[in-house]
């Protein structure tokens, strides 16, 4: 492959999102309030050049402190979502 045809290169920017609601439950007008919530992080960074690429869940272990494990808690997990922005590098 020619240099003049390599694949373009990006830079990624990931953004964690945990959509909030004050209270209630998931039913459709809260459903849009987390929608209009998202909306709100990807127009953000498509006003700062970054191209919305795609969400991810991502899990994260969380271990818990000496006391807590003489108590008998473990290791337990939990998963955020990441909104993943990209860029051309020139």
């Known amino acids: 492959m020619s240099s ?3 694949a373009a290169e990006y830079e990624y920017q990931v953004v964690p999102f945990v959509g909030e609601l004050k209270r209630g439950v998931l039913n459709i007008e809260n459903a849009r309030k987390v929608s209009d919530q ?3 992080v990807i127009a953000t960074y498509t006003r700062q050049g970054w191209e919305f690429y795609r969400i991810d869940k991502v899990d994260v272990q ?3 402190g000496c006391l807590a494990s003489l108590l008998g808690a473990r290791v337990s997990f939990i998963t ?3 909104v993943i922005f990209r ?3 020139t």
Do not use: K
Request: hydrophobic fraction near 40%; avoid cysteine.
């Open 4 to 6: 003049s045809a390599r």
């Open 38 to 40: 998202l909306q709100a």
């Open 62 to 64: 969380v271990t818990p």
């Open 80 to 82: 955020f979502d990441q």
């Open 87 to 89: 860029r051309r590098v």
